[in-house]
């Protein structure tokens, strides 16, 4: 087990688009678990491994309260998404402090692989239907701030760099 590095928004590597997973074979639990102890570490409730700079279709949740309820989605598809919208206030690992509302589908339907390689289909609602839109959007290269407005993200983005300059300072 290990900690991973967080890619940090505007880190391009962001933007890579995620190859599927070919096998569920050790390496990729490996990387599964990596990421759900990193996710814990940083008090995150999703990771995708586009966010680890691994570009593999590979996400993990928890959206319980105890932390104790670990998801691995490999491979994830939408099935199905309602067609009613909720505005649901995001946060990402990758743009540490910044909280923003987006509109997404109020539940959806996914069919993924978990950490055995079997197939799964989810239904998911409320958070945790927020948090696997989130972070699948992250497989396709894809941040929350790029739904905000190009004033906002521009903001977003000058913020970023400047806490970026000035840890490196230290
Ligand atoms: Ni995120």
Redesign the pocket.
């Known amino acids: 087990m290990a900690l991973l590095p967080i890619l940090c928004y505007p880190d391009p590597r962001l933007h890579t688009v995620a190859k599927p997973v070919q096998n569920v074979d050790a390496r990729v639990r490996a990387l599964a678990q990596d990421m759900l102890e990193t996710m814990y570490d940083a008090n995150?409730i999703?990771?995708?491994a586009t966010?680890v700079d691994a570009h593999e279709r590979l996400i993990v949740i928890d959206v319980s309260e105890e932390r104790n309820q670990p998801l691995v989605l490999i491979n994830p598809e939408v099935i199905w998404a309602s067609p009613q919208k909720k505005l649901n206030e995001?946060?990402?690992?990758?743009?540490p402090g910044i909280y923003d509302g987006v509109e997404r589908a109020e539940s959806v339907k996914v069919r993924a692989l978990d950490a055995e390689g079997a197939s799964r289909e989810i239904a998911a609602e409320g958070v945790l239907a927020v948090c696997i839109q989130?972070?699948m959007?992250?497989l396709l290269g894809k941040?929350?701030v790029e739904y905000l407005s190009p004033l906002k993200r521009n903001r977003i983005k000058t913020k970023m760099i400047k806490a970026r300059r000035d840890a490196e300072r230290v």
Request: hydrophobic share 35%; glycine share 18%; with cysteine.
């Open positions: 995150g999703g990771l995708a966010q995001e946060g990402c690992l990758s743009v989130h972070e959007d992250h941040v929350f």
